[in-house]
């Protein structure tokens, strides 16, 4: 397993490496000139010329990512166009935000999804199946933006419960991960019923029934434990995307994470801040993807990594 593990480590280098030509390319094909942005709207031709060349956009792109890469290995992703902080600074500030708030969606989303999905498997075809059903059809269903102005109107509007947006306290984490979680609870939810069914008709879940195990024991203690493989992997990915910053959201709640922050960098065409969270993103995706591997050995013995 740990030479697994350090294989997959190196393994990510290259991968990387591409990753970052692509977004490199990327967000210079994006319309529009970010020197001309910087300089203001009175900037005659002559103050923009002097601001792209104070940029270095005015140099081919081989020899723009070039210097790219040069600082990036030496820990310097660059200074914001708009802003004129560290972008290191930027990514710090907005990444906790971020982080705590798709923990919090995640865990909420893993504890109903798989309430959900256990109960509907073992009681298929009943009502208790077909309500959990309709409750995860509707929470893939819902747009978030909606489902996220509706809970404000609700609970900060109406009630005055919650903050309308912001983050200024522990209720601040409320509806926007509910609005984050209903989604992936309700995929959650679906995809443990799928697999657990299957499971269940397995002949060691039948031998276990046969030798008088309660019922709850052989759901909870044998059958799902396997049934979370595929679980696990859908679980990772959703956990990426919730890292990477989930732009509506953040946007409907005013959250000060990576999403907004992206969605601010890219009406500015602030290229060093484009570049960095994309490749954090990425990069977050491949770490991601690396536990959900070593994570398989452990719900199932019988994968072995040479």
Do not use: C
Request: proline share 5%.
């Amino acid at each position: 397993m740990f030479s697994y593990f350090i294989k997959r480590l190196i393994g990510m280098i290259p991968i990387l490496f591409v990753i970052s030509i692509i977004i490199f390319l990327f967000v210079h094909l994006i319309p529009g000139d970010p020197a001309r942005l910087v300089a203001g709207k009175d900037a005659t031709m002559a103050d923009i010329k002097l601001v792209r060349q104070e940029l270095g956009l005015d140099k081919p792109l081989p020899e723009q990512y070039i210097s790219y890469m040069t600082n990036l290995l030496h820990g310097n992703l660059g200074t914001s166009l708009r802003t004129k902080d560290p972008v290191s600074v930027m990514l710090a500030q907005r990444f906790m935000p971020t982080f705590w708030l798709s923990v919090w969606s995640l865990l909420w989303a893993l504890v109903f999804g798989l309430l959900i999905g256990v109960i509907s498997a073992t009681k298929r075809n009943k009502w208790q199946d077909y309500s959990g059903m309709f409750a995860a059809v509707s929470g893939i269903s819902l747009p978030s933006f909606w489902l996220g102005l509706m809970l404000i109107q609700i609970f900060s509007v109406q009630l005055g419960w919650l903050p309308t947006g912001g983050l200024d306290s522990w209720k601040s984490y409320i509806l926007p991960s509910l609005t984050l979680g209903a989604g992936i609870a309700a995929v959650i939810a679906r995809f443990t019923r799928s697999s657990l069914m299957d499971i269940l008709k397995e002949d060691y879940v039948r031998t276990g029934r046969a030798k008088g195990l309660k019922e709850r024991r052989v759901v909870w203690n044998h059958a799902l434990k396997n049934a979370m493989i595929p679980v696990v992997t859908m679980t990772g990915l959703q956990f990426g995307f919730l890292l990477g910053g989930s732009v509506v959201v953040e946007t409907v709640f005013s959250w000060p994470g990576l999403g907004r922050l992206l969605v601010d960098s890219v009406s500015y065409r602030d290229y060093p801040v484009i570049q960095a969270e994309m490749l954090l993103f990425s990069l977050k995706f491949l770490i991601i993807n690396l536990g959900v591997d070593l994570i398989y050995g452990y719900l199932n013995p019988q994968i072995r990594y040479e």
